[in-house]
């Protein structure tokens, strides 16, 4: 197994900065989920960032002990490094030394499955190297192979830089054509007028968890960061008989690398046909106000704030202090406490989503010639209905509709609107 030394560094300096204890703790949870085993994790707190080095001297020559002592195999910076200080460090260290966002990229190609994942991560991780690419090719076989080093699936890394931007116009061409298919499908299912609820947040908040247990999906959940790379869909037939699509979406990351996001926006654009987010935050984790921030930059950024919300604070069979769970309940508006794990009080977070959209439906009553009879069942599935009655002059209808169905069948002349 590859022994990875971390580094987690905090400058001073930095606008918006994580407490060190933070920083630390994501570093190690990350490093895990590469796959490496960790021999230290040394803090370093410095008041500025150095040009070459990123830190200062005499901690370099720490971690220089440490790692020669430990034998280790890669240096790991919580902190990006410019591709000068990449180098230096290197050479200074004798040793393959990456920083966070390269971890965050090797993660995801683990994790990549589908030949879309596989494509948008390799297209974020050409777009890291390329500045990165020092005069005609970088010598990857420098860094000795293993973690950083990976491409997604079978491609292998292009290392001159022409051909690397040739490879980039590919990829973006060939995703660009996975996004008009999924274009497609998208119309398909707003064709369909079933609502559509995501499950957003941190990563490892329990998404996926969450949506396995409301429906009968069955996604791969694990404690490792970025499980689940490919959103699923799954419908679910609400108690009132409505159906609901539920989606489950990539983890989300306090400092996403802005490749990534770029290149999983296509992904995320799922998100922005939501009509109700699901934010799952792990109450059990310290950190959770400062995953809500995240959750929050990141929606903000995919110009998504202004989505209704429901917080299903997850994991309430972590904390045995109910009374401490209250006090993080008024934290949140809109919040639920539930463990999708036991099962414990989802019921009620399907109880307001119901609600919910029970709040957006208009009370009607119509009537649709006999000849009709396909429109019944229409309702059943895609409406609440209440009260149906056999008359001679046609089948009345009183249900309860969303906007979007109400507009659809305003059109059909066949059918009468009483009120
Ligand atoms: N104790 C407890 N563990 C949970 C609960 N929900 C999820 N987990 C665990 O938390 C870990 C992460 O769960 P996932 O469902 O994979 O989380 P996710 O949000 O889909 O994560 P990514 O796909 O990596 O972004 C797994 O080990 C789950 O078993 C819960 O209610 N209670
Ligand atoms: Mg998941």
Known sequence: MEKALLVSIQIKTDKHHWRIEDISSELEELAVSSGVQVIENVICICDKATANYLIGKGKLEEISVIASEDAVDTIIFSHDLSGTQQRNLEEALGRKTIDRTQLILDIFSRRAKSPEGKMQVELALLQYLLPRLAGKGIMLSRLGGGIGTRGPGETKLEVDRRQVRKRISKLKDDLEAFRSHRLTTRKKRKGNNLPLVVLVGYTSSGKSTLLNRL????????????????????????????????????????????????????????????????????????????????????????????????????????????????????????????????????????????????????????????GRMELVDFFYRQAKVDKIDYLQRGISISLRISRELFSKINKDKEIKIIY
């Open 215 to 370: 429906t009968d999906a069955a996604q791969t959940t694990s404690e490792n960061l970025f499980t689940t790379l490919d959103p699923l869909s799954k419908s679910l037939q609400m108690p009132n008989g409505q159906n609901i699509i539920f989606s489950d979406t990539v983890g989300f990351l306090h400092e996403l690398p802005h490749h990534l996001i770029d290149a999983f926006k296509a992904t995320l654009e799922e998100v922005r046909d939501a009509d109700l987010l699901i934010h799952v935050l792990d109450v059990a984790d310290q950190r959770i106000h400062q995953h809500n921030q995240s959750v929050q930059s990141v929606l903000d950024d995919l110009g998504l704030k202004d989505k209704p919300v429901l917080v299903a604070l997850n994991k309430i069979d972590l904390i045995p202090d109910r009374s401490w769970l209250e006090v993080c309940k008024n934290n949140f508006p809109n919040s639920i406490l539930l463990s999708a794990k036991t099962g414990e009080n989802t019921k009620a977070l399907i109880d307001s989503i119901e609600n919910y959209f029970s709040s957006l439906m208009l009370s009607l009553k119509i009537i649709i010639p006999h």
